[in-house]
């Protein structure tokens, strides 16, 4: 019942021609491609919605991104110990390992205030990131298509978007 209420168009007033953008993406992807028998789409129009309703981009991290450097370093020196001790044990190259281990370790506790506060930078910098992906997401799976108007529309907040306002509010600042 709600439902039915949320999918008005603001425009024509109508629910006839309306489409949840998330149904209308995915068949055009070709899940259930049968919620599409009742609009008549032509071939470009069916391009034009598949690129303007794309969902937006969810960023993935680099590992060595997201690992402070604490760990970072405390994990290449755990790798080399056991390579030393492994490999070397029996000759005596595994002293110059441990020479190599207090030299990265000198050169680390050197630079760790200035990576530490990169790594909290970032840190910050991604957890914006990710309330804007998931603001934009929730914008993106909140939405209705009508076509009858061509436009997309927020049930929410009354606004309503022509599909590249729509795809730019998701893939751009
Ligand atoms: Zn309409």
């Not at 690992?67 to 070397?88: E, K, M, N, Q, R």
């Not at 997309?152 to 729509?166: A, C, R």
Request: with cysteine.
């Amino acid at each position: 019942m709600e439902n039915e209420i949320l999918n008005q168009c603001p425009i024509c007033k109508s629910q006839a021609w309306v489409i949840r953008v998330v149904d209308l993406y995915f068949a055009l992807q070709g899940y259930k491609p049968e919620v599409l028998f009742k609009f008549s789409l032509s071939k470009t129009k069916k391009a034009d919605l598949h690129k303007f309703l794309t969902p937006p981009i969810v960023e993935r991290q680099l590992i060595w991104h997201i690992l402070h450097p604490d760990i970072l370093f405390g994990t290449v020196v755990s790798v080399l110990a056991v390579l030393t001790i492994f490999l070397f044990w029996d000759n005596r190259p595994w002293i110059n390992n441990l020479y190599l281990v207090g030299l990265l370790a000198v050169t680390y506790l050197l630079l760790r205030k200035r990576l530490v506060s990169t790594f909290k930078n970032n840190q910050l910098m991604r957890s914006n990131l990710r309330e804007e992906a998931a603001r934009k997401a929730d914008i993106w799976s909140s939405a209705f298509y009508c076509d009858q108007d061509g436009i997309v529309f927020i049930p929410e907040d009354n606004k309503t978007f022509t599909l590249s306002e729509f795809s730019s509010q998701l893939h751009f600042n």
